[in-house]
């Protein structure tokens, strides 16, 4: 997980942001549309595509012998079973371009909404620094909730610690007083857990989450926790970036994606050369 995103965020770090304050709309088209060429030519170089048009041509000639003979009964339904026979057919040619083109669409996707789905909290407002304990470390890691502790930099002061139940999870209200990439540590037993908070300042990527779960891909702001942490993860919320007439936030950004790289994979499928 921390090579993946540290191979990728080295990559796209020097990639994006050529265009001052116009980066984040014109990275977020540009990659969304090659994406879609990626796509098209991982579709054409992998998947089956002789087998792909023969499926849609049976099913377009079953589809007819509906019309045709929609008054024999026991034809139609004959008709309809050959149509979900081939279509599973279909899907089934589909699969493996859909698995080697996952990976660079995740790598884009994820990177475009790091650097660009989220903001810095402003400075004087209040968030709330949330960790979980991991209830998988047994023997000496294993720690209560209440034997953890909250060490802040200058310019964040703790307002209060709001919460510490059974299921391990930990909240701290925070008042983020200062501008700044602050590190708040969390000391649990011996060790020690660094979380970046990103507070006022030009937009930049923003450190979101740190976790050992395989959740960790989807936020590369920060290296993942190791397996041996007694914390899970530690997260605190950022407010959506504002894209102007662009969707902001995860979603907006992740929707973008998907309709541009889909519609360029439709109008140049031709030029391509590929059969969807």
Same mark, same amino acid.
């Given at each position: 997980?921390?090579?993946?995103?540290?191979?990728?965020? %080295?990559?796209?770090?020097?990639?994006?942001g050529?265009?001052?304050?116009?980066?984040?709309?014109?990275?977020?088209i540009?990659?969304?549309?090659?994406?879609?060429?990626?796509?098209?030519? *991982?579709?054409?170089?992998v998947?089956? =595509?002789?087998? !792909?048009?023969?499926?849609?041509?049976?099913?377009?000639?079953?589809?007819?012998?509906?019309?045709?003979?929609?008054?024999?009964?026991?034809?139609?339904?004959?008709?309809?079973?050959?149509?979900?026979?081939?279509?599973?057919?279909? !899907?089934?040619?589909?699969?493996?371009?859909?698995?080697?083109?996952?990976?660079?669409?995740?790598?884009?996707?994820? =990177?475009?909404?790091?650097?660009?789905?989220?903001?810095?909290?402003?400075?004087?407002?209040?968030?709330?620094?949330?960790?979980?304990?991991?209830?998988?470390?047994?023997?000496?890691?294993?720690?209560?909730?209440?034997?953890?502790?909250?060490e802040?930099?200058?310019?964040?002061?703790?307002?209060?610690?709001?919460?510490?139940?059974?299921?391990?999870?930990?909240?701290?209200?925070?008042? /983020?007083?200062?501008?700044?990439?602050? *590190?708040?540590?969390?000391?649990?037993?011996?060790?020690?857990?660094?979380?970046?908070?990103?507070?006022?300042?030009?937009?930049?990527?923003?450190?979101?989450?740190?976790?050992?779960?395989?959740?960790?891909? /989807?936020y590369?702001?920060?290296?993942?926790?190791?397996?041996?942490?007694?914390?899970?993860? *530690?997260?605190?919320?950022?407010? =959506?970036?504002?894209?102007?007439? /662009?969707?902001?936030?995860?979603?907006? !950004?992740?929707g973008?994606?998907? *309709?541009?790289? /889909?519609? !360029?994979?439709?109008?140049?499928?031709?030029?391509?050369?590929? %059969?969807?």
């Amino acid at each position: 997980m921390n090579t993946f995103n540290s191979v990728t965020s %080295t990559v796209f770090d020097l990639l994006f942001g050529w265009y001052g304050s116009f980066s984040a709309w014109i990275d977020i088209i540009f990659w969304s549309c090659l994406g879609g060429v990626v796509a098209l030519v *991982v579709y054409k170089h992998v998947s089956n =595509q002789k087998g !792909i048009e023969r499926a849609k041509n049976d099913i377009k000639v079953h589809l007819m012998e509906i019309r045709l003979f929609q008054d024999d009964l026991l034809g139609v339904f004959a008709s309809v079973g050959k149509i979900l026979v081939k279509n599973v057919l279909y !899907i089934g040619h589909n699969i493996m371009p859909m698995v080697v083109m996952l990976v660079p669409m995740m790598a884009i996707i994820v =990177q475009l909404v790091a650097n660009y789905g989220y903001a810095p909290i402003d400075p004087g407002k209040t968030e709330l620094l949330t960790a979980t304990l991991d209830p998988t470390i047994a023997g000496p890691m294993s720690v209560k909730a209440t034997d953890v502790r909250l060490e802040l930099p200058a310019g964040i002061e703790l307002v209060d610690r709001v919460r510490s139940n059974a299921s391990g999870e930990i909240a701290w209200k925070l008042h /983020l007083a200062e501008a700044g990439d602050h *590190v708040a540590k969390i000391h649990v037993g011996d060790q020690v857990i660094e979380k970046r908070i990103a507070v006022g300042g030009d937009p930049r990527k923003i450190p979101v989450m740190r976790t050992k779960s395989l959740e960790g891909l /989807l936020y590369p702001g920060e290296a993942g926790l190791d397996a041996d942490s007694p914390i899970a993860d *530690v997260r605190i919320a950022y407010p =959506q970036r504002d894209l102007g007439w /662009l969707p902001g936030g995860e979603v907006g !950004i992740m929707g973008t994606v998907f *309709v541009l790289s /889909l519609l !360029i994979g439709f109008a140049f499928k031709g030029v391509f050369g590929v %059969t969807l």
